[in-house]
């Protein structure tokens, strides 16, 4: 997994480096860019980022980098907007636009952090359900189709007798291909079997 980064968009160098200072002091990766255009000019190639950006900037302001954000991205990358007290109402329609959270400056550090450490954790919980449908789907690519039949079935609900009658096999047939599901898919339960089946949908 790519290691996470917050990319921090900000014409003003005080505030740029002083947020740069404070997420790399906690261990953070973290990279900035002057203004909406050098981020897009030198988009960044990671697959697990969290966005700050301010919302006055020349030539492009906060919310066309959003709108430029969701173009190239979709809503892959969350996006945390730095806003002054009277662009309150501008902040509130980025957030209807997808925008995770907006803080006023000046801001407090700590609020800041609590705000960006729930963005990473959220893409980490969102990469973890990734990685674990990509090697669902390689589990899958591996069963034969009478094994493919079983775990649909299994997935469903239904009972080794249901399966044994729609597949028109003995239900002692059904264990067989049941256990055999069972270590393919690497699934240590019913249930987890399951789960790997509903998070397909």
Same mark, same amino acid.
């Given at each position: 997994m790519?290691?996470?980064t917050v990319f921090?968009?900000?014409?003003d160098?005080a505030?740029?480096?002083s947020? /740069? =200072?404070l /997420? !790399?002091g906690?261990?953070?990766?973290? %990279?900035?860019?002057t203004?909406?255009?050098?981020?897009f @000019?030198r988009?960044?190639?990671?697959?697990?980022?969290?966005?700050v950006?301010?919302? %006055?900037?020349?030539? *492009?302001?906060?919310?066309?980098?959003v709108r430029?954000l969701?173009?190239?991205?979709?809503?892959?990358w969350p996006v945390?907007? $730095? =806003?002054?007290?009277?662009?309150?109402? $501008? @902040?509130?329609q980025? *957030?209807?636009?997808?925008v995770l959270d907006?803080?006023?400056?000046?801001?407090?550090?700590? %609020?800041? *952090?609590?705000?960006?450490?729930?963005?990473l954790?959220a893409l980490?919980?969102r990469?973890? @359900?990734?990685?674990a449908? !990509?090697r =669902?789907?390689d589990? /899958?690519?591996?069963?034969?189709?009478?094994?493919a039949?079983?775990?649909?079935? $299994?997935?469903?609900g239904?009972s080794?007798?249901?399966?044994?009658?729609? $597949?028109?096999i003995?239900? !002692? =047939?059904?264990?067989?291909? !049941?256990a055999?599901v *069972?270590?393919?898919?690497?699934?240590e339960?019913?249930?987890a079997?399951?789960?790997?089946? /509903?998070?397909?949908q």
């Amino acid at each position: 997994m790519n290691e996470q980064t917050v990319f921090v968009i900000d014409d003003d160098d005080a505030v740029r480096d002083s947020l /740069l =200072t404070l /997420l !790399r002091g906690e261990g953070i990766r973290a %990279r900035g860019f002057t203004s909406g255009a050098d981020f897009f @000019a030198r988009l960044p190639d990671t697959e697990s980022a969290c966005v700050v950006t301010d919302v %006055r900037m020349p030539d *492009m302001d906060g919310a066309e980098v959003v709108r430029r954000l969701a173009e190239e991205k979709g809503h892959a990358w969350p996006v945390i907007v $730095l =806003t002054g007290h009277a662009e309150v109402p $501008l @902040a509130v329609q980025m *957030m209807k636009a997808g925008v995770l959270d907006f803080i006023e400056k000046p801001f407090d550090p700590r %609020r800041l *952090m609590e705000t960006i450490m729930g963005c990473l954790n959220a893409l980490s919980g969102r990469q973890a @359900a990734q990685d674990a449908a !990509r090697r =669902t789907e390689d589990r /899958l690519a591996a069963l034969t189709p009478r094994e493919a039949q079983v775990f649909e079935a $299994l997935v469903e609900g239904k009972s080794n007798k249901q399966i044994a009658l729609d $597949l028109e096999i003995s239900p !002692r =047939t059904v264990e067989i291909f !049941r256990a055999k599901v *069972m270590t393919k898919m690497q699934a240590e339960s019913l249930s987890a079997l399951v789960r790997m089946g /509903l998070a397909r949908q």
